[in-house]
């Protein structure tokens, strides 16, 4: 295991991103976002990412550096044209322009129109929130890894379709990020590897059987995917999260104009809502009464087979405290894939 | 069983709540909400409710024909005092000033203090779209019926909150309203009385087990709830269910000024946002890109158990064509019910 601290991984990612092409303003966002997630304990969207954005800069799926354009604005909303360049950078865009919009406005809307991956959504509203706003985001995936199926379907028409808010307390903001399916395709490939069961009613094989073999997702030589998910609340409420799916469909891509039905070289369909308290009952009550509300919660006796009652979040910023002193663990076969990726666009990686 | 038109329901209704105080302009807006769920299948949401209702009138929980004022307001924001008038006249006001504010401002955001019972928000979300715009709106419950837990949690901290959107196509809108708990406590009643199992991982008893049986969600004598109920993804996914609830007690309650963790008199903080698609890429494209994703979902095969796939809402506009012509059922014993309902505000049922 090799062990890291998050300052390394963020002078690391920096210097990544600018041999890809970004200017070093751009480069340090994107590498503070990996590093956050790895810190927040979401290893899964932390540095490791590299090893996709390096085939993505070469195939010119993301084009570091790129202009970002405002297309269309009223003094509330906009439509932001990424440009494909980094998804965290153009996330961060987003947010700048939501905050401003919601100050003045009370309420604000932007979305998205050729935004790259913009990684955890959890990290994006976390900023609106610590600086007083509510914040709701939600994302969809690009066609070509449709594998969720709509409630009741056999074929895959959506993507795992995240959803997150965060809102402002006295301590640690609200934060919750989800997706709106059952298990993510990360976890069905672990399985596969491991030869363990998938939990029932998460995966359908492609006859539109429920499963809980791995193997009957992939093709035999495990190159391709042919099964598929179900949405959030399967067996019995799997309408919920199709429908949730598709509100995360008509809230990001479509409300920009964006075809979600065809494929296209744009990941991310993004919708950022802001709301600014002070247009309501004022930040001060808000926050009082969000905390109040927490405390309520928390003040639950735990169920069987729970230690305690948290709000979304808590769990998350705990790793962080923890990781910010203990380092960031990485196994040795991953950060040999990290150094190989880093070593594609030129950069040695020299260890602390 | 009794067969009644839904012009006679609205007739009915509307006398109702003219009995109850409401002049006639409010009492026809409850009655055709109460018809309409009728007419969409939500029986439990229709014309039944008086029985509810009527107890209300008489303790003062409901105020007929209480004044709503706009407490405070931007030009896309807006907290309306409802004065505990009837949740669908409040509803059908936060709906307009909702819709004149998202016409001018792109977005809207309009939450509510002191709302009685809004009933069921598919349909006000549904208005919205058939104006053309995008609507989503949440809604909690009073303190006092707290049943579902926080995730891990075995006291009841929060409501069923239920969340709903609609968007415009060419034909139906798309309708999703959804409870974001795994089960309302009607059907857990139900079981109870017809000695049936809950489905698993849906309750618990008091000690914060999960049970399948109904009996140890009541006391013995059947009049106290003592059990809990699971938030939607349980068993495994149950954080997800409860971060939706918390969101809908942020922008609804909260954001009002209301303090959701103490009992009070007013049922439901309603949140409602309207988004106009003109803001953004046109009313235009925006309805012909939601038809063709819902052909899209639509063009999935279905899986085994399944004879088709459809979007949120075509179900409940099929039931709707069909009790239109064939009316809609009452067992006598609910009817019987709705008549001594009736007789407590004076007013003598004749049956068409």
């Known amino acids: 295991m090799k062990r890291f601290s998050a300052d390394y991984l963020r002078q690391f990612g920096t ?22 997630s790895n810190l927040m ?9 590299i090893t996709d954005y390096v085939i ?6 993301v084009r570091p550096g790129a202009p970002m354009t405002i297309l269309k604005e009223t003094p509330s909303t906009a439509i932001v044209d990424c440009g494909l360049n980094f998804g965290q950078v153009s996330a961060n865009l987003m947010i700048e322009i939501a905050y401003e919009k919601a100050k003045t406005c009370g309420i604000s809307s932007v979305v998205s129109q050729s935004c790259f991956h913009i990684g955890r959504l959890g990290s994006h509203v976390q900023k ?7 914040a709701l985001m939600t994302c969809n995936g690009r066609q070509r890894i449709h594998m969720v199926v709509p409630w009741g379907g056999r074929d895959g ?11 402002p307390t006295k301590g640690w903001p609200v934060v919750m990020d989800f997706s709106t399916c059952m298990i993510p395709e990360g976890k069905i490939r672990l399985s596969l590897f491991e030869g363990k069961p998938i939990p029932e009613n998460c995966i359908q094989d492609p006859e539109g059987n429920s499963t809980t073999d ?4 992939y093709t035999p030589d495990r190159n391709k995917i042919i099964g598929t998910i179900l949405p959030l609340g399967a067996p019995r409420f799997g309408h919920k999260g199709y429908g949730l799916a598709l509100m ?18 744009r990941s991310n369909g993004v919708s950022l809502m802001v709301i600014n308290p002070d247009a309501f009952c004022g930040i001060d009550l808000f926050t009082e009464l969000v905390d109040r509300f927490c405390q309520y919660q928390m003040s639950s006796r735990p169920a069987k087979g729970f230690s305690e009652v948290v709000v979304p979040g808590t769990l998350d910023f705990r790793t962080r405290e923890k990781r910010l002193v203990e380092g960031i663990l990485f196994q040795d076969s991953v950060w040999a894939e990290i150094v190989d990726a880093a070593a594609q666009v030129g950069l040695k990686v020299s260890e602390p």
Chains 1, 2 share one sequence.
């Open 15 to 36: 210097d990544f991103f600018v041999a890809c092409g970004s200017p070093r303003d751009e480069a340090a966002q994107v590498a503070d976002h990996l590093a956050e």
């Open 214 to 217: 791995a193997a009957r997702f």
């Open 248 to 265: 995360t469909e008509i809230m990001g891509a479509i409300l920009s104009g964006e075809d979600a039905t065809v494929d296209h070289n």
């Open 128 to 134: 609106i929130a610590e600086r007083g706003m509510f």
């Open 41 to 49: 304990g979401y290893d899964s969207h932390g540095i490791v990412r």
């Open 157 to 167: 028409r959506l993507g795992t379709n995240p959803i997150a808010f965060a809102a």
């Open 56 to 61: 993505c800069v070469k195939d010119g799926r």
